[in-house]
């Protein structure tokens, strides 16, 4: 029967195992691996993408692994930080990226780079200058989900539609797509809502029911502030020229690689890249904390037009990452019998892992889990990364990289060490754990399980793996 001290033991046994790879690395801060060192960065600013990781931190890792030419590759793509950045290197890059949301925002990044900046920045000043959607005649309804109906004080959504509505009469589709974005960098800002975790917060003055202690976000901007602000901030930052990124590398390469962006599911993309194509990959997957980014991402994905179906395929198509993520079994249809043979057997090997589940199950039994879901969200988790990392493995030519930023967790009092998990997996896989580099501080736990089980610090790493040349 496996216990919280059995796992702890392993735990530590495993920790005994990558111990000469963990390295306590001070040059990376939070900020780094988390959007706030973007919110000054110009062009990565427009949009907070809380879940991304920082230009800043590519720009590192680039640099310390001596990355100046090839293909870049990024199967979790979010907002685009790692290609744009290789694209200013002058590497090329691919990115799969699944939540319209992050296709939307590199695909506005495309366009800026692509177009006639001075013809842009005029057109930009028209609107800001002339404010056309406040004498516009049409309002054009926000497409509301049901869970963002309400979100907005009514004066801020009718502004909103006349300002969709305006936009629409631009011939420009570049520049329609531009205005479009603006809006949608602004929605949580006009709002009554707060991204929190695995959910929209309510402000009280939404009229939505409310716990014990109301909730107030502070202030709620207007939107006919909020916009002409954006606009502003990508008009200002068009004028200092495309070379969006201040990077240091010691030269200035002869062109801007070009950035591929793919929609869908990494499940579904990866099995289709060609072998050994690929000099780096570095991403950041969803993590194991039950985050629902078409809850968090609501408005923004309402606007893009979204509809309620959709949200659901969404949900069940990504990275089991939430407690109502369902069984895949297409994926045995998506990967070739070999990969999938592997990294079955991989996921059934990892004896640390497998103790978990065990113990997660036994508590879901006893019903001590405030979820009965999450044994089987962590299940599925570790088997569909087990896939990724097998065709990454694949895709990648002998010696490249693989750097991921990950999260560890703590579910039912037992800590998973995923960043070990995952590097003793890509073992099996074909990689070398080159380094694990942990932040200098740590994060904490939920207060339900401090409340149950103490606190207790989780690290916080970045992992490096190369492809074996054996």
């Not at 720009?59 to 590759?73: A, K, N, T």
């Not at 744009?84 to 590199?106: C, K, N």
């Not at 309402?302 to 407690?323: F, H, K, P, W, Y």
């Amino acid at each position: 029967m496996s216990t919280l001290s059995i796992i702890a033991e392993n735990n530590k046994a495993l920790r005994g195992r990558y111990l000469s790879r963990l390295q306590v690395n001070r040059e990376l801060k939070r900020t780094l691996v988390s959007f706030q060192a973007n919110k000054t960065q110009q062009g990565y600013r427009w949009f907070k993408y809380k879940e991304g990781y920082s230009s800043a931190l590519v720009e590192y890792v680039f640099r310390r692994l001596g990355l100046s030419s090839g293909r870049v590759l990024d199967p979790f793509a979010g907002s685009g930080t790692t290609l744009f950045v290789a694209s200013q290197l002058g590497m090329d890059a691919v990115g799969i990226e699944l939540l319209p949301v992050g296709s939307d925002v590199m695909r506005v990044r495309q366009d800026v780079l692509n177009d006639d900046s001075r013809l842009l920045q005029a057109k930009l000043h028209r609107w800001i200058t002339h404010r056309p959607w406040m004498t516009h005649g049409s309002v054009k309804p926000f497409p509301h989900l049901r869970i963002t109906s309400g979100a907005f004080p009514s004066e801020s959504e009718e502004a909103l539609g006349r300002y969709l509505a305006a936009s629409e009469g631009e011939e420009d589709g570049a520049f329609r797509h531009v205005l479009r974005f603006a809006a949608l960098c602004i929605l949580e800002e006009i709002s009554f809502t707060r991204k929190d975790g695995q959910y929209l917060r309510w402000d009280h003055r939404s009229g939505r029911r409310q716990g014990a202690k109301p909730f107030d976000k502070g202030a709620i901007k207007p939107f006919d502030e909020a916009i002409e602000q954006k606009l502003r901030q990508i008009h200002a930052d068009l004028c200092t020229g495309k070379e969006m990124l201040d990077l240091d590398f010691g030269f200035s390469p002869a062109r801007s690689g070009n950035v591929q962006i793919v929609e869908g599911s990494s499940l579904a993309v990866l099995p289709t890249l060609a072998s050994n194509s690929f000099d780096c990959l570095m991403t950041s997957p969803p993590y194991c904390n039950r985050y629902d980014y078409t809850r968090t991402y609501a408005l923004e994905l309402a606007l893009l037009g979204v509809n309620e179906d959709e949200i659901r395929r969404l949900r069940q198509t990504m990275l089991s990452c939430t407690v109502e993520n369902r069984d895949k079994p297409e994926l045995r249809e998506l990967f070739s019998a070999s990969t999938f043979a592997r990294a079955s057997e991989a996921f059934d090997r990892q004896q640390d892992l497998q103790t978990t589940l065990a113990y997660l199950e036994q508590c879901k039994a006893d019903k001590t889990l405030n979820n009965s879901g999450i044994p089987r969200m962590i299940r599925n988790y570790f088997f569909e990364m087990a896939l990724v990392i097998f065709e990454a493995a694949r895709v990648l030519k002998p010696g490249a990289p693989f750097v991921m930023v990950n999260d560890n967790v703590r579910y039912g009092g037992a800590n998973i060490d995923v960043d070990l998990i995952l590097s003793d997996i890509a073992q099996r896989a074909g990689f070398d754990v080159e380094t694990i580099w942990v932040l200098p501080v740590g994060k904490g736990n939920s207060s339900q399980q401090m409340g149950e089980h103490g606190r207790e610090e989780l690290r916080k790493c970045v992992y490096v793996w190369r492809r074996s040349t054996k």
